[in-house]
């Protein structure tokens, strides 16, 4: 994406009405590890597209951002005006991207801008067709979990279970990647009538701790999980789900999957890929 004039082909060749940037690197640990790959990477292609976008007269766009831009939340469940803090330098791509909008946005009111702030994707499309399977070792929760059910790796590690959290272990806002999807398409057809910027959770407003989340994957696939109590993990938060009020009542969306679909889907994604 940060190659200008590769992207004003696109915008020759296309009649572009809109666009959703989703774009970017996103592994916490790696940010820490590398952080001007991530500002180069997250911040250069960002600019490079709204200057494209600017040329070509485009003036709406639907914004991948991301929890994480809230830090450690004060309460819960999260609303969009909470207060904002990053601790990690992929967490500080996606704030410096949702200020560069708010920016542009404050440069021309001609925009619609829809910044979606997504909790934990997880799963997969029940086809068994789209989904995640890492090649590499995941630093994610769900992918890791499901390489420990399918054999690929030997147990899970827990990082931490002496968090002030329902049973110790972190608890997360786990939300079903097809709720996620049709979230943008909600967000597409708003801003495609309304001008204005503004910010969404995509969650379900309920947390799961890594154990719910272990013994509910156990159940419903008929797996075992073996896994092991280890360290926290640098960077790692106790508790954080989201208040999900806003987008329900201005993009009139509600993640409709159970946790049941989610980690059945995540499953059965890589054994149909696998046969
Ligand atoms: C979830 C929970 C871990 C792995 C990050 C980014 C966020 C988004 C999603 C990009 C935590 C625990 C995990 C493991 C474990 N990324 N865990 N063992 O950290 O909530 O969010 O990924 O968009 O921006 O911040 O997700 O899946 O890494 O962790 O115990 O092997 O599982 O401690 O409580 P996280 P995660």
Known sequence: GCDKEKLRVVFMENGIDAVIHFAGFKAVGESV????????????????LLEVMNEFGVKKIVFSSS????????????????????????????????????????????????????FNPIGAHESGLLGEDPSDIPNNLMPYIVKVATGELPHLNIFGNDYDTKDGTGVRDYIHVVDLA?????????IDKNKGIDYYNLGTGHGYSVMEIVSAFS?????DVPYEIAPRRDGDIAECYADTTYAKEKLHWEATHD???????????????NE
């Not at 590890?33 to 490079?48: C, E, G, Q």
């Not at 909470?82 to 200020?99: C, Q, R, S």
Request: aromatic share 12%; net charge negative; glycine share 4%.
């Open 33 to 48: 590890a590398k952080p001007l790959k991530y500002y180069r990477n997250n911040l250069d292609s960002t600019i490079t």
């Open 67 to 118: 929890a994480t831009v809230y830090g450690d939340p004060e309460e819960l469940p999260i609303k969009e005006t909470a207060k904002l803090g990053v601790t990690n330098p992929y967490g500080a791509t996606k704030l410096f991207i949702e200020n560069i909008l708010k920016d542009v946005y404050i440069s021309d009111n001609d925009y619609s801008i829809a910044i979606l702030r997504y």
């Open 182 to 190: 049709i979230g943008h398409i909600s967000a597409l057809e708003y």
């Open 219 to 223: 159940e419903v696939n008929h797996v």
């Open 259 to 273: 946790l049941t679909d989610m980690v059945e889907s995540a499953y059965n994604f890589v054994v149909k890929n």
